[in-house]
């Protein structure tokens, strides 16, 4: 799939202010060979890890690969903390023995805490992913999949956000 209309330009090195100071960005870079090399040396010093995948639009699949799964967990987060907190677990003790057990990832320890405080006050804060763009995102990887004869477990959820017709303006915010 050419993803090159998909995709912004240039290398994707996900992350936020604080790791990219700390050099442990994972970066995944795609062009050609003569256009990593230039960029490389400062890549280098915000990542971790850097990989130059090939051609334009291979970074762009890798990033939706890394994301596949992210987009099932937190939504797996949700309805798991919705049925405890639905069954009269108070949301902190709820949050708190997620992030503390097997469910929970790495990045959960940072994210949950977030969900916790809009279940007790109501204020969503400070988001780094809308709705309406994991949406986009799922779209694009079940694209990508049927390309390659995979199936997408994505397909209901899609179906249903079209058929919903969420906007920017009232799309729920996803921590």
Same mark, same amino acid.
């Given at each position: 799939? =050419? %993803?090159?209309?998909?995709?912004?330009? @240039?290398? #994707? &090195?996900?992350?936020?202010?604080?790791?990219?100071?700390? @050099?442990?960005?994972?970066?995944?870079?795609? @062009? *050609? =060979?003569?256009? !990593?090399?230039?960029?490389?040396? /400062?890549?280098?010093?915000?990542?971790?890890?850097?990989? #130059?995948?090939?051609?334009?639009?291979?970074? +762009?699949?890798?990033?939706?690969?890394?994301?596949? $799964?992210?987009?099932? %967990?937190?939504?797996?987060?949700?309805?798991?903390?919705?049925?405890?907190?639905?069954?009269?677990?108070? $949301?902190?003790?709820? *949050?708190? &023995?997620? /992030? =503390?057990?097997?469910?929970?990832?790495? +990045?959960?320890?940072?994210?949950?805490?977030?969900? #916790?405080? !809009?279940?007790? *006050?109501?204020?969503?804060?400070?988001?780094?992913?809308?709705?309406?763009?994991?949406?986009?995102?799922?779209?694009?990887?079940? +694209?990508?999949?049927?390309?390659?004869?995979? /199936?997408?477990? #994505?397909?209901?959820?899609?179906?249903?956000? =079209? %058929?919903?017709?969420?906007?920017?303006?009232?799309?729920?915010?996803?921590?």
């Amino acid at each position: 799939m =050419d %993803y090159s209309r998909n995709a912004k330009a @240039g290398p #994707h &090195i996900g992350g936020t202010i604080g790791p990219a100071k700390a @050099g442990l960005l994972l970066g995944l870079a795609a @062009g *050609t =060979d003569v256009a !990593f090399a230039a960029a490389e040396p /400062v890549m280098r010093d915000l990542t971790r890890r850097l990989e #130059h995948l090939g051609p334009v639009g291979r970074g +762009a699949a890798m990033k939706l690969a890394i994301n596949l $799964p992210l987009m099932v %967990y937190w939504g797996a987060v949700g309805e798991a903390i919705a049925l405890a907190v639905g069954n009269g677990v108070d $949301p902190a003790l709820a *949050t708190d &023995i997620l /992030v =503390d057990s097997s469910g929970a990832i790495g +990045a959960a320890k940072k994210r949950v805490p977030p969900i #916790h405080d !809009f279940l007790t *006050t109501g204020n969503p804060g400070a988001t780094s992913l809308n709705l309406q763009n994991g949406i986009k995102d799922m779209k694009l990887m079940e +694209a990508a999949l049927s390309l390659v004869g995979a /199936v997408s477990v #994505h397909g209901v959820a899609i179906a249903f956000s =079209d %058929y919903v017709g969420y906007s920017e303006e009232k799309a729920p915010r996803v921590y």
